[in-house]
């Protein structure tokens, strides 16, 4: 968007509202009014025809959820931004329902109230796009998770591999599992097949390849997931640049639920792609001081080359428990970042390694494959089945079927 987007701020209490409009003048935004709720809120939005409108609701409901649903009926593309002191799920459900598009908790910060805004007029925008025929078909894009740590030998290729198979087996998702360790990648041997391509060949022939020729590439291991493995020469990967790695994992992204990215020690311009393409980034660290301060340097780079978002870069602590005479909580202040997940120390990993076989497969009981199937879990939003849902032919959808096969 090329002006400054304007800004109708709906807010009663005078001082609230001339605080908002403060912040979004130093946002760089234009307030083209400031109001309170009912008929005037939609008057001015009705003829100043607003980028966007940020509204405050607060109990009663009664009056601000009238005026939003007012505003969202009325003026179907305008999106509204509700803000509010409480933070209780009936409030944010009641502007849901009535169509606000973001929902945020004071006290404001500009960094927030910033994105907020620039993600919804990037929605709208995008909408705007597709039905102007702007846009190619929308493809399905699975989540791409990628394992990488600042030091060799912290278990990043274990993790990758485990939780490749508790994806698959536990979480019943399509997985595929990509070595990208320019190095030594040893996804193959860890999971014991036969190289017979890999990802040099897939990205030398992608022009040619397909969903269905695409599995000629992958092995599928007996746990399901399919392995495209690293070139059993390193000298291969001289031949694969960033491009090739974003190209790939669009292509897996495609036809997977899940693309697992396993990374070497190392950072370069693979790499590098790795992180970026990732949805969610892995970053694995373990309790000895090296790795520690190598993986507050990592979060820095992170953090500066990438963006700080929180819901993006978990760190995984592995072997936790490690006697190394250094503190978890220590870890935790020393990064300055919360330990996302815990996998514990076992030395039956090592064996279960040395004899091709996934510690999920060959100990499913241990400490170590809970843990894991408990964050594959939580990656796949499946819940541990004790507390999951019933799945109901409820009413509604008996309701619903009857209009469904007229219009079939
Ligand atoms: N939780 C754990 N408990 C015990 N041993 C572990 C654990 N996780 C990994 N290991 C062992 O640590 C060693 C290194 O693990 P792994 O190969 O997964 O690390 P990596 O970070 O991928 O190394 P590289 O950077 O060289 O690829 C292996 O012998 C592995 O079996
Ligand atoms: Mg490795």
């Not at 500009?110 to 909408?127: A, P, Q």
């Not at 990215?261 to 992180?275: C, H, K, M, R, Y």
């Not at 819940?383 to 019933?390: D, P």
């Not at 096969?405 to 079939?408: D, F, P, T």
């Given at each position: 968007?090329?002006?400054?987007?304007?800004?109708?701020?709906?807010?009663?209490?005078?001082?609230?509202?001339?605080?908002?409009?403060?912040?979004?003048?130093?946002?760089?935004?234009?307030?083209?009014?400031?109001?309170?709720?009912?008929?005037?809120?939609?008057?001015?939005?009705?003829?100043?025809?607003?980028?966007?409108?940020?509204?405050?609701?607060?109990?009663?409901?009664?009056?601000?959820?009238?005026?939003?649903?007012?505003?969202?009926?009325?003026?179907?593309?305008?999106?509204?931004?509700?803000?509010?002191?409480?933070a209780?799920?009936?409030?944010?459900?009641?502007?849901?329902?009535s169509?606000?598009?973001?929902?945020?908790?004071?006290?404001?910060?500009?960094?927030?109230?910033?994105?907020?805004?620039?993600?919804?007029?990037?929605?709208?925008?995008?909408?705007?796009?597709?039905r102007r025929?702007?846009?190619?078909?929308?493809?399905?894009?699975?989540?791409?998770?990628?394992?990488?740590?600042?030091?060799?030998?912290i278990?990043?290729?274990?993790?990758?591999?485990?939780?490749?198979?508790?994806?698959?087996?536990?979480?019943?998702?399509?997985?595929?599992l990509?070595?990208?360790?320019?190095?030594?990648?040893?996804?193959?041997?860890?999971?014991?097949?036969?190289?017979?391509?890999?990802?040099?060949?897939?990205a030398?022939?992608?022009?040619?390849?397909?969903?269905?020729?695409?599995?000629?590439?992958?092995?599928?291991?007996?746990?399901?997931?399919?392995?495209?493995?690293?070139?059993?020469?390193?000298?291969?990967?001289?031949?694969?640049?960033?491009?090739?790695?974003?190209?790939?994992?669009?292509?897996?992204?495609?036809?997977?639920?899940?693309?697992i990215?396993?990374?070497?020690?190392?950072?370069?311009?693979?790499?590098?792609?790795?992180?970026e393409?990732?949805?969610?980034?892995?970053?694995?660290?373990?309790?000895?001081?090296?790795?520690?301060?190598?993986?507050?340097?990592?979060?820095?780079?992170?953090?500066?080359?990438?963006?700080?978002?929180?819901?993006?870069?978990?760190?995984?602590?592995?072997?936790?428990?490690?006697?190394?005479?250094?503190?978890?909580?220590?870890?935790?202040?020393?990064?300055?970042?919360?330990?996302?997940?815990?996998?514990?120390q076992?030395?039956?990993?090592?064996?279960?390694?040395?004899?091709?076989r996934?510690?999920?497969?060959s100990?499913?009981?241990?400490?170590?494959?809970?843990?894991?199937?408990?964050?594959?879990?939580?990656?796949?939003?499946?819940?541990?089945?004790?507390?999951?849902?019933?799945?109901?032919?409820?009413?509604?959808?008996?309701l619903?079927?009857?209009?469904f096969?007229?219009?079939?």
């Open positions: 968007m090329a002006r400054v987007p304007q800004v109708i701020v709906v807010d009663p209490d005078r001082e609230s509202a001339g605080e908002v409009q403060k912040m979004l003048n130093m946002l760089g935004l234009s307030v083209i009014a400031s109001t309170g709720y009912g008929v005037e809120a939609f008057t001015l939005a009705f003829q100043l025809k607003p980028d966007i409108v940020l509204m405050r609701i607060e109990e009663p409901l009664v009056r601000p959820v009238q005026t939003l649903g007012r505003l969202t009926d009325g003026l179907p593309d305008l999106p509204v931004i509700v803000y509010s002191t409480e209780n799920i009936r409030l944010m459900r009641q502007s849901m329902v169509g606000a598009s973001d929902y945020l908790q004071e006290p404001l910060s500009e960094e927030e109230v910033e994105s907020s805004i620039m993600r919804v007029l990037e929605r709208k925008e995008r909408e705007a796009m597709r025929g702007e846009l190619e078909d929308p493809v399905p894009q699975g989540t791409i998770i990628t394992i990488f740590g600042a030091k060799g030998g278990g990043k290729t274990t993790i990758a591999s485990n939780l490749a198979v508790a994806l698959a087996t536990e979480a019943h998702q399509t997985v595929a990509v070595d990208m360790d320019t190095r030594f990648g040893d996804v193959a041997i860890t999971m014991d097949i036969p190289v017979e391509r890999s990802i040099a060949d897939l030398r022939n992608l022009d040619s390849v397909d969903r269905n020729t695409l599995r000629d590439y992958l092995v599928r291991h007996e746990s399901g997931v399919y392995i495209l493995p690293a070139p059993t020469r390193p000298s291969d990967w001289r031949n694969l640049h960033a491009q090739h790695i974003r190209d790939v994992v669009d292509v897996l992204a495609q036809t997977h639920d899940f693309v990215l396993d990374t070497p020690g190392t950072f370069n311009e693979i790499v590098a792609a790795a992180i393409v990732g949805t969610m980034i892995l970053l694995i660290t373990t309790l000895d001081m090296a790795s520690i301060k190598d993986t507050v340097l990592a979060l820095e780079m992170l953090h500066e080359r990438f963006g700080n978002d929180e819901e993006r870069v978990k760190v995984v602590l592995n072997r936790a428990g490690m006697d190394t005479g250094v503190r978890e909580k220590d870890v935790e202040r020393t990064l300055d970042s919360p330990l996302w997940r815990r996998i514990p076992d030395n039956e990993v090592v064996k279960s390694a040395q004899l091709g996934p510690i999920v497969m100990k499913p009981n241990s400490k170590v494959s809970s843990e894991i199937r408990d964050v594959a879990r939580a990656l796949a939003g499946v819940r541990n089945r004790a507390n999951g849902h019933k799945a109901g032919g409820g009413g509604f959808g008996k619903l079927r009857p209009l096969r007229k219009s079939a």
